[in-house]
């Protein structure tokens, strides 16, 4: 993909990321997305256009409210930067294939997601529906395009088979996950199974190894106990997408490890 295309994304990162802060504040509380217009949520001024600009409205406001003083919360343009950052990174990744705008959208409603989990342990059903609902749009118009409609199949197998899963672990033992993680999980699957199966194991393990990994520091830091909640949903979706940019090597890897005739191995006559 030419560079100016991926500046051009990554563009649309940030005012997607723009959006994305208004509907982590917003939906928890059951408020529109749409109206009333930004507003600062400790003097309700609403925010001029000059003062809503990605990133650079908060860094020229000196990271406080133009009219009050308060200060705005780093949140803000964390989300923005970084959904620009991962918007181009996708662009780099998928260039203009089938897959980019559901990575796209897929990307966008993780972050919403685990910016709501990590400050309220919450993942709201108007952002995983929402999320899953364009995901499988993009994938079922990626079908159509290329006529992909067996991986299109494996990828509802792969929503339904994570759902099923999470399903039982909640099932058997409620207090390791929510419901919500139980939601996420098939909205991973379905966001992944484009990819292949072993993109949603990928996922899984990488969440939860970044999970173990951060709770046994703050735990050795004493920060935490082992009774400490931690918002799963976080690991969950970083693991996604970690995978999406980087699970291909490994997948690649372990398939050709899994398959003697991958590595070379001699083909019997039934192989020939």
Same mark, same amino acid.
């Given at each position: 993909?030419?560079?100016?295309?991926?500046?051009?994304?990554?563009?649309?990162?940030?005012?997607?990321? +723009?959006?994305?802060?208004?509907?982590?504040?917003r939906? %928890?509380?059951?408020? +529109?997305?749409?109206?009333?217009? @930004?507003?600062?949520?400790?003097?309700?001024?609403?925010?001029?256009?000059?003062?809503?600009?990605?990133?650079?409205?908060?860094?020229?406001?000196?990271?406080?409210?133009?009219?009050?003083?308060? %200060?705005?919360?780093?949140?803000? %343009?964390?989300?923005?930067?970084?959904?620009?950052?991962?918007?181009?990174?996708?662009?780099?990744?998928?260039?203009? @294939?089938?897959?980019?705008?559901?990575a796209?959208?897929?990307?966008?409603? !993780? !972050?919403?997601?685990?910016?709501?989990?990590a400050?309220?342990?919450?993942? %709201?059903?108007?952002?995983?529906?929402?999320? /899953?609902?364009?995901?499988?749009?993009?994938l079922?118009a990626?079908?159509?395009?290329?006529?992909?409609?067996?991986?299109?199949?494996?990828?509802?197998?792969?929503?339904?088979?994570?759902?099923?899963l999470?399903?039982? /672990?909640?099932?058997?033992?409620?207090?390791? =996950?929510?419901?919500?993680?139980?939601?996420?999980?098939?909205?991973?699957?379905?966001?992944?199974?484009?990819?292949?199966?072993?993109?949603?194991?990928f996922?899984? =393990?990488?969440? +939860?190894?970044?999970?173990?990994?951060?709770?046994?520091?703050?735990?050795?830091?004493?920060?935490?106990?082992?009774h400490?909640?931690l918002?799963?949903?976080?690991? !969950?979706?970083?693991?996604a997408?970690?995978?999406?940019?980087?699970?291909?090597?490994?997948?690649?890897?372990?398939?050709?490890a899994?398959?003697?005739?991958? !590595?070379?191995?001699?083909?019997?006559?039934?192989?020939?």
């Amino acid at each position: 993909m030419p560079p100016i295309l991926v500046v051009i994304i990554g563009l649309l990162g940030l005012a997607v990321g +723009s959006f994305l802060n208004v509907a982590v504040s917003r939906v %928890p509380a059951g408020l +529109s997305v749409v109206r009333p217009r @930004s507003a600062c949520p400790q003097c309700a001024t609403p925010i001029a256009a000059r003062d809503n600009i990605p990133v650079v409205s908060w860094l020229l406001l000196g990271r406080r409210c133009r009219a009050c003083r308060v %200060p705005i919360p780093a949140r803000y %343009p964390l989300m923005e930067a970084l959904t620009a950052l991962l918007f181009a990174a996708e662009a780099l990744r998928f260039g203009w @294939s089938e897959m980019l705008p559901a990575a796209l959208v897929f990307t966008a409603g !993780l !972050l919403a997601l685990a910016a709501c989990d990590a400050e309220l342990f919450l993942l %709201p059903l108007r952002l995983v529906y929402p999320t /899953l609902g364009l995901t499988a749009a993009c994938l079922l118009a990626a079908a159509a395009a290329t006529g992909q409609w067996q991986r299109l199949g494996v990828t509802a197998a792969c929503g339904v088979g994570a759902f099923a899963l999470f399903f039982a /672990l909640h099932w058997v033992r409620p207090a390791w =996950l929510g419901f919500g993680d139980v939601r996420l999980a098939g909205l991973l699957g379905t966001g992944l199974g484009w990819l292949g199966p072993w993109y949603f194991v990928f996922a899984l =393990l990488a969440g +939860s190894a970044a999970g173990l990994l951060l709770a046994i520091a703050l735990m050795a830091a004493g920060r935490i106990t082992r009774h400490t909640r931690l918002p799963f949903g976080v690991f !969950l979706a970083a693991g996604a997408i970690a995978a999406l940019l980087v699970g291909a090597p490994v997948v690649h890897w372990y398939e050709s490890a899994s398959d003697p005739y991958a !590595l070379g191995a001699p083909l019997t006559a039934d192989r020939r």
